[in-house]
């Protein structure tokens, strides 16, 4: 095989599996599909018309994120079934506010420990 033939070969198998890659990492899990999906549920309940992308539609993920749509989020929801359901739309409104690109992944299993209560003192 002469050298020109490859490197071509190379690059397009370098570029194939750089398209590969992106397209698994871009892929929605479905926790991410599900979370969607409730969302858009809510929106059109509500005659809400948000595109995504826009800076109104981050404004109504944090808003969904530091719970201000209590009929979404809240206890008796009928939007979600399940701890899971509201893990997943929390995710994805942390994703999609804008907050994970400025503080990174969202996290809700901290341990946090107890304060020891303080002891009498004579």
Request: proline share 7%; charged share 25%; hydrophobic share 40%.
């Amino acid at each position: 095989m002469k050298p020109k033939k490859l490197w071509l070969t190379l690059v397009l198998i370098i570029l194939g599996l750089t398209v590969i890659i992106l397209v698994i990492i871009n892929t929605p899990s479905k926790e991410e599909i599900r979370a969607e999906e409730i969302i858009q549920s809510f929106m059109k309940t509500q005659g809400l018309d948000i595109n995504p992308g826009t800076d109104e539609y981050k404004t109504f993920m944090r808003r969904i994120f530091w719970g201000e749509y209590p009929e979404l989020t809240g206890v008796g929801s009928i939007f979600i079934n399940d701890p899971d359901d509201l893990d997943c739309v929390y995710a994805y409104a942390w994703k999609y506010s804008g907050y994970k690109d400025l503080y990174g992944e969202y996290h809700d299993d901290i341990d946090l420990q107890e304060a020891i209560p303080p002891t009498p003192t004579d």
